[in-house]
């Protein structure tokens, strides 16, 4: 424990890197959110174990687009991680274009899965395993739009050069949220594409 | 907007400059008039709001309490319909399990925690405001039910099938579902607020093991609420999807199950039951050993098993499913969880009992509802204990014992210690003392209407008395049981009358407080009652647990906490940002300034859940642009200036 304290030395004014209150929000924030996807998971799990026939289709799901996908998702990540460490040295262009690069890799994404959402053979309200299937990959898609939407007011505010090498949270503390929503996709990824091969 | 980002050394300053005061004064005070007040951030306004709407629900509920009581008090009465009783009780449990329990502990601590921590705002004052509104209008979105048909009558728990569309086709169920997601966005984004606070911005010196328990008990709630509300939000989207989407989650016919939605409610039911007392614990262990003049006895157990309860507490849901038909090994499990979380709460018991009998006592009014929680909270724990054992629960279940008992834990360590601290703060709120002598009368009424009322329920749930009935027949020896509990509770609602009567009355001619009415040792009796809108005219430096008391206690050590000199921080709206463990300052952190976003996101997601529930698709997909919108404006960036290199000199690592 520390006896005496001092703050008679320089300290920095305003949001700076993990010192910004907004960088331990969005940590708070990831908590919860994967809280929440933990308990949409127990669901899945719970009743594939407890109930009779939640209706599992007999083969387990085509990989031919939700593999690609999950790459693309990863590469956006990259993209973005790679953009981040540019911009510590002042390369603000080089963020832009992540910031540009990780969106439309979102939103293809977002293509992606709505496409194969239009090959699935059964609705969301046909049986227990539809309602989970249709309601996780819902939830996620939702997050996908979310963190496309502040890669977007990211990518505006860098282009107005409200961030350089110094001050720059909010770019961190978003590319800390799409993270955040590509390691969810893996788990979903996981338990209703690679897990029912197992079974 | 010079400056506005750089790097300084703060100056120093004595705490009673007047110039000082002025130019804090200014950049901090609410402006005045209606649309100051709803622009506000200011967490002692939002902190006795959210006092004050817990109250009235408290009121409601009471009410609706009172309803079944008249119904109860004789054998075979029919001033309610069943149908109208299901709604009362159901409601009752809402209103009082979620839009009273936990705000009103919100309240105590969104108002106390800056000025706990010797800082100036909430971590997330806008946030703040925010969660505020949200919690308001989640309840008046339940309670608009009865104006479209009728209330949630399911019981608070909501179990699936009785709330399935074919069971349950009103739109009551519909309100509880979305207006508890509501509720749980203002619930999540509260206990964000609490969490980042304490860690990042304390007063210089405020190392983790200074804090007072008050602010343990609502770190560890918000931490228990950050993990188990998306469960119940879930839960209840989950329903109202089964319900009106026509998804198959809990509907046996579809694969689904039942019982998933009792282990989601659960899951988060029994930590939120912690989550409604821990912090109530925390206003004891922080007020009670003010009236025995000493500090509480082992502050160090009674943190860490504050921390405990709530770690425990998320292993024992099970608990309230023993009648459910679940492998005895399950049972086992999570009999023998529920059986070992009473040492925790034990821990804190001795503790307590220990403060009062080695403390030299003065028995003020909030010292009576302290020490008297002591008593109910044992007499709670030990009807818990005793239903922890299956066979026992078997028995007991569904009946009034389980009424009694939870009445006993809620009313026992949430009600008592929430009217025992506004009478401990009440002078710190407004600047005037309540009543003593109306306050003796105010707890003597409580006490007895309280156990009068509840503790029969023992005997007439061990006859056999199933909860939730809205009649019984005479001549089962539940009469007169009946009649008394009755009684009781109309001597409890007198209790509370003469409790809002103390506050109008006080608040007008109560006696003036001064700054530190019951010398107590935290550091909100340091500043004036109430205190001024920055709280602190100079950051102060925390070197104890009891910077008030540092004089009388040589065993506390020999550090000695500044008050009277330290940083002003006046340059804008700013506080020190401190490392989480030790609190030593690492940022000035810019506090932002009063904003209508938080009302005008309140009010649109609020929108949106109307939309959800008149299934009207175009709205909720306009109030969702709203939304984004809200959002952008809420988070848009200053600009950054050109030169800001400066601070790379500086001595601490900038990573």
């Known amino acids: ?199 | 907007m010079k400056d506005t980002y750089d790097n300084r050394t703060p100056a120093l300053s004595p705490a009673d400059d007047p110039a000082n005061a002025a130019r804090l004064r200014q950049l901090w005070e609410t402006p005045p008039g209606l649309r100051g007040q709803l622009a506000t951030v200011d967490h002692k306004i939002i902190g006795i709001r959210y006092l004050v709407t817990a109250f009235l629900f408290l009121v409601l509920g009471g009410l609706e309490a009172l309803m079944m009581r008249l119904q109860l008090a004789h054998a075979d009465q029919h001033l309610l319909s069943p149908a109208q009783y299901n709604q009362m009780f159901s409601m009752h449990g809402i209103t009082m399990i979620f839009l009273y329990a936990l705000p009103v502990l919100s309240g105590f601590s969104n108002y106390l925690w800056p000025l706990l921590l010797g800082s100036r705002d909430m971590a997330f004052p806008r946030l703040n405001a925010f969660s505020y509104w949200i919690y308001l209008f989640s309840g008046i979105f339940i309670y608009t039910s009865f104006l479209a048909g009728g209330g949630p009558d399911s019981g608070w728990f909501n179990y699936v099938p009785y709330t399935a569309l074919n069971y349950n086709p009103g739109q009551g169920i519909d309100f509880y579902a979305l207006g508890m997601i509501l509720f749980g966005i203002s619930t999540t984004a509260g206990s964000i607020n609490f969490i980042v606070t304490v860690f990042r911005t304390r007063a210089p010196g405020m190392s983790l093991n200074r804090l007072p328990i008050l602010i343990w008990g609502t770190l560890t709630a918000s931490l228990g609420n950050l993990l188990a509300v998306p469960a119940v939000s879930l839960a209840f989207f989950m329903l109202w999807m089964d319900r009106r989407i026509g998804t198959r989650f809990f509907d046996e016919g579809g694969g689904g199950d039942p019982l998933l939605w009792q282990h989601l409610f659960w899951m988060f039911g029994h930590p939120w039951v912690y989550a409604i007392v821990l912090p109530a614990m925390g206003i004891v262990s922080d007020g009670l050993p003010t009236f025995c003049r000493r500090p509480l006895v082992g502050y160090t157990p009674v943190a860490l098993s504050t921390v405990a309860t709530m770690f425990i507490g998320f292993g024992v849901w099970v608990h309230h499913m023993f009648a459910t038909g679940l492998p005895a090994l399950s049972m086992s499990f999570f009999s023998a969880a529920s059986f070992i979380i009473v040492i925790p709460s034990a821990v804190a018991v001795f503790a307590w009992i220990a403060t009062i009998w080695l403390g030299r006592p003065v028995f003020k009014v909030p010292f009576l509802f302290f020490a008297s929680f002591v008593l109910l909270f044992v007499i709670g724990g030990v009807s818990g204990f005793m239903t922890a054992a299956v066979p026992l629960d078997w028995q007991l279940t569904d009946t009034y014992f389980i009424v009694a008992h939870l009445h006993y834990v809620l009313l026992g360590i949430n009600v008592f210690p929430v009217i025992g601290g506004v009478y401990f703060w009440f002078p710190k709120m407004t600047g005037r003392l309540l009543d003593e002598r109306l306050g003796r009368w105010n707890f003597w009424t409580l006490f007895i209407g309280f156990n009068l009322a509840f503790f029969p329920m023992h005997i007439s749930g061990l006859l056999g008395m199933p909860r939730r009935v809205y009649t019984y027949p005479a001549g089962y020896g539940w009469d007169t049981l009946n009649f008394i509990t009755t009684l009781g509770a109309f001597l409890f609602a007198a209790g509370v009358l003469l409790f809002v009567f103390n506050v109008a009355l006080s608040l007008r001619r109560g006696e003036i407080a001064g700054p530190n009415p019951w010398y107590a040792s935290t550091l909100e009796w340091a500043v004036s009652s109430p205190p001024p809108p920055y709280n602190f005219a100079v950051i102060p430096t925390v070197a104890s647990r009891h910077p008030l008391w540092e004089t009388h206690l040589p065993e506390e050590g020999s550090g000695r906490s500044i008050l009277d000199q330290g940083a002003p921080l006046a340059e804008a709206r700013e506080t020190f940002g401190v490392t989480a463990l030790d609190g030593e300052p690492d940022v000035i952190l810019r506090m932002p300034t009063d904003s209508w976003t938080p009302l005008v996101m309140a009010l649109l997601l609020t929108a949106l859940g109307y939309g959800a529930l008149l299934r009207n698709w175009a709205l909720c997909g306009w109030v969702s642009v709203g939304v984004v919108g809200c959002l952008l404006v809420w988070l848009w960036p200053p600009a950054a200036p050109a030169k800001t290199l400066k601070y790379r000199t500086m001595d601490v690592r900038y990573d």
């Open chain 1, 1 to 199: 424990m520390i006896d005496t304290i001092s703050f008679r030395r320089n300290l920095p004014v305003g949001a700076v890197g993990h010192r910004a209150l907004g960088w331990w929000g969005m940590w708070m924030l990831i908590a919860t959110e994967a809280a929440l996807f933990a308990y949409l998971l127990f669901s899945y799990f719970y009743l594939l174990s407890q109930s009779q026939n939640i209706g599992l289709p007999a083969t387990p799901p085509s990989l031919r687009l939700a593999l690609p996908n999950t790459f693309i998702l990863i590469g956006s990540s990259l993209i973005l991680w790679w953009g981040e460490r540019g911009m510590r040295r002042g390369r603000m262009m080089r963020q832009l274009a992540a910031l540009g690069l990780a969106l439309a890799l979102g939103v293809i994404f977002m293509a992606v899965q709505g496409e194969e959402w239009r090959n699935k053979t059964f609705s969301i309200t046909e049986h227990a395993y539809g309602s989970l299937y249709f309601t996780v990959t819902g939830f996620h898609m939702l997050h996908v739009l979310g963190g496309a939407l502040m890669l977007a007011a990211l990518f505006v505010w860098t282009a107005l050069g409200h961030f350089n090498a110094e001050r720059n949270a909010p770019i961190t503390i978003g590319a800390l949220y799409w993270h955040f929503v590509d390691a969810v996709w893996l788990t979903i990824f996981g338990s209703f594409y690679l897990y029912p091969y197992l079974l």
